[in-house]
């Protein structure tokens, strides 16, 4: 999404979409679409004589960014196809291409707005109570859950599926400025999911990524018998415009949150858990002792 400042009262910045709650269903089938923006970008790339290396530092992104877009694998943030637009004088085409990108393969339709905020995030909140957040986990791990997934999906929605999650992770590495904290429930791993193998691999995958200077990992643990989460899943971010969203999921659905209010209350919340959650390090102790066992 673009820059939200100065847009008209009771505006999101989404079109369509109201100040308090943005919300949809109805996932589409994955299309082409992100392969047709990928090769219009790409001819017009050509047509100005530049390589990817010489164009990304032009469009402030990476050669290795710009060429996951143009092959489709990517979902384009709307700053790269502002910026696109302008380096590569491009006569509105790239920005009428983009407007046909239903979404990135992959991912449900009502996640891609807030699959484009991620990209822009300087502070990024996530606690989780059902399962390890997507941003953290193993390929094996993903695989186990969109493999059970109801109705049953084909294969090649779900191998679409995990090189979305996947894609998605570099999130952790390629923003070391952007601030990410993680509050999962200690029950989660208690769960499991996927066997002994699945699961020990989940936790090396966790303990290697807490030790990222920007990632901030806690585990609420058993013997918290009531605790701020209670009432679901909680996800934050803030953009470089210092913007809040929050972001609800449901089984069919999800909310892009912008009301004022509802952020204040979902920080009040997040807050609280942080301190009722384990401390990294005891968080790491216990990942470390949770392995032990399987």
Known sequence: ??????????HSGVPGMTDRTIGTTNEPEPSDSLKGFGEVHK???????????????????????????????????????????????????LKGAYKHVGRERGLASWFRQWAELEEQA???????????????????????????RLPLLADSQIEAMISARLERQSLLTGRPNTAFSFIVEEHVFKRRTGGSDVTRGLIDHLLEASELRNVELQLMPLDRDVHAGLNGPIQLLETAENEW????????????VVDPKTISVLHMRYAKLRSQALTPGDSRSLLDRMRGAL
């Open 43 to 93: 001819a017009f790339r050509k047509r100005a004589g530049l390589t990817q290396e010489e164009y990304a530092p032009l469009v402030r992104y990476q050669p290795s960014t710009v060429a996951s877009i143009e092959q489709g694998r990517r979902f384009p943030p709307r700053v790269f196809v502002e910026r696109a637009e302008h380096v590569l004088d491009a006569f509105g085409a």
């Open 122 to 148: 300087i502070s990024l909140y996530t606690f989780e109570n059902r399962l390890v957040p997507g941003l953290l986990q193993t390929e094996a791990y993903a695989r186990r859950l969109f493999g059970e």
């Open 1 to 10: 999404m673009g820059d939200l400042a100065g847009l008209a009262p009771g």
């Open 245 to 256: 969203f929050g972001y609800c999921e449901g089984q069919e659905s999800g909310q892009l």
